[in-house]
């Protein structure tokens, strides 16, 4: 541990390229999923509209930031003018109504960290988790979703990342590992620093988007369709690129010392942001800046027995990438 290997990459690793856009393929939603998707969104926004006219809908997490697998769950957030009304009452009425309207298993969870409604759509057979005013999502949505458009590699990356850590039981919150949303954050971060660098730093770059919200300044350059070309001086594959993340994610980066931060396309140092020594519940073992919510570590929910699941996972997946016949499917394996 901690010694970086100077290994080279294997020099058959381009024979992976194929493999590991068929996996790629393979975990794309189709394009009927998105129509149902917005077919159920409509749906909600007529029941909504009649009790609370103001409202607002917005898609956010992996539905609505190109990072959503086939089959999956939505997230909806209910965007409205609360004034002295409690959250969880509104949660309550908004389940009175979707349950009136045919939807099923409509459940309100007033409790949970984030509260939320959940529900299903028989109709469409889509199941949908609506919370109340969670407008920063929203927004860090639509970062991944611009930063997706600039350069294909980034899905290829971050859904091949997301498959192996769902595979390998690391994409837990609860069980101290990293949500889907920090293992985004990685990739970008991740080829922000390829030289030459595939991804830019959009938050370091002229603003021509900004929101205030919940008094915090979300501001970057958002015409990514000027950005199509950005990483083309970068010739790297996908299989090149997956064997390079768990390389760095297994032996480079210093988890001692480092904070990743995608705000300025760049590593922190923990002393700086004085992440160096446990506050409550916070740990900052493996360092994960929000782009915008800056004192948010996504690393905090990894305790001093998760860690070392997640640092034995990189380096069981550089070695796989280094050494192994066939990773596309080893990778995978269950664990
Ligand atoms: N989110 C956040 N802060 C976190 C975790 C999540 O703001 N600490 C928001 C992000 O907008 C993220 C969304 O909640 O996109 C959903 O999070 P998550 O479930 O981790 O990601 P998904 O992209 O929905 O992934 P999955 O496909 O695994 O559902
Ligand atoms: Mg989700």
Known sequence: RNVKRQTACRNDINRLNAPFLAVFESLIPADEEKVKQKQLLTVLEKLVGKEWPEARLYLYGSCANSFGFSK?????CLAMDLGNVDKSEVLLKLADILQSDNLQNVQALTRARVPVVKLMDPVTGISCDICINNVLAVVNTKLLHDYARIDARLRQLAFIVKHWAKSRGVNVTYQGTLSSYAYVLMCIHFLQQRRPAILPCLQGME???FATIDN???AYFDQVEKL???GSRNGESIAQLVWAFFHYWAYCHDYASDVISVRTGSTLSKRAKDWTRRVGNDRH?????DPFEVSHDLGRVVDKYSIRVLREE????AEIMQHDPNPCVTLFEPY
């Open 216 to 218: 915090v300044e979300c």
């Open 285 to 289: 073992l493996i360092c994960i800046e």
């Open 228 to 230: 199509q070309n950005y």
């Open 207 to 209: 603003i021509t988007y």
């Open 72 to 76: 999956s769950d939505i997230d909806v």
């Open 314 to 317: 990189f380096e069981r997946a």
